[in-house]
């Protein structure tokens, strides 16, 4: 991402980072979910990282947003 005002705090399967970004979400955090995994598949070629997403949150919600992946990390954990 260009926007200086994201940081990137997540990056993960598609289902792991939407659990994250739900649970973003209703802490008031509005979050940004990058996803390339559909570059070049028109092409023929298939991305090393399909269904790999990134999670961007604002520099001002970092701290915050930090928490809550830790939360949802350790939620998974076995």
Do not use: C, P, W
Request: aromatic share 8%; glycine share 8%.
């Amino acid at each position: 991402m260009t926007d200086s005002n994201y940081i990137k705090v997540f990056s993960g399967t598609f289902i792991i980072v939407q659990l994250a970004l739900d649970r973003l979400e209703s802490a008031g955090i509005n979050a940004i979910v990058k996803d390339e995994s559909g570059l070049g598949s028109h092409s023929g070629f298939s991305s090393t990282n399909s269904g790999y997403q990134e999670l961007y949150v604002s520099k001002g919600e970092l701290d915050q947003a930090i928490r809550i992946i830790e939360e949802v990390k350790s939620d998974l954990e076995v």
